[in-house]
């Protein structure tokens, strides 16, 4: 992700929202479908709507920002930590530590949300984070890869050689 000392910033950004779109498809498998019946009665029991609309929204809108943070942080650490996939998976680590350990920690410690919520929480994103951030760092390297190459306009094909006909 650098280049003579300095980030290809687009390339971050793309890895970053393409690790945001991988986390929110775990979100909506998560809490749409596998958590949906706990949420709806935590939501109750606090007196609160079910999650919907510009909450949903914004909850997405966050998790691209978890993504971009997370293919920034991979981007900032690779020189000191080494190989790629060791700076994916520290970086991935350490955004959920930030994230969800902390982040969505003090909703348990207050016992605002259950102990099954937090944990399967917990738990899931752990692992949505370090695929999250597998892909991008994937999507990162393609294009790397591709932008290695020198782009030339594309050539005629050679000339056949011609058989003398005489």
């Known amino acids: 992700m650098r280049q003579k000392g300095k980030f290809k910033l687009a390339r971050v950004v793309v890895a970053g ?9 775990g ?15 935590t939501m109750r029991s606090l007196n609160r709507p079910p999650v919907a609309g ?10 691209f920002a978890l993504g971009l943070l997370t293919m920034g942080l991979r981007a900032m650490i690779a020189p000191a930590v080494g190989t790629a996939g060791r700076s994916t998976v520290v970086a991935a ?4 530590a930030l994230a969800y350990g902390l982040g969505f920690g003090w909703s348990f410690a207050l016992g605002v949300f259950p102990a099954r919520i937090y944990l399967a929480t917990l738990a899931w994103g752990l692992v949505e984070l370090q695929v999250a951030a597998a892909v991008g760092a994937a999507c990162e390297r393609s294009m790397a890869i591709r932008g290695n190459r020198s782009i030339e306009a594309p050539h005629s094909p050679p000339p056949l050689h011609a058989v003398d006909s005489e």
Request: charged residues 10%; aromatic residues 10%; glycine residues 8%.
């Open 54 to 63: 510009i909450a949903i929204a914004t909850l997405g809108a966050m998790t």
């Open 27 to 41: 979100e909506f498998l998560l809490n749409g479908f596998l958590m949906v019946q706990e949420w709806d009665q």
């Open 17 to 25: 929202l393409v690790a945001g779109a991988v986390m929110n498809i």
């Open 93 to 96: 680590s350490m955004a959920w």
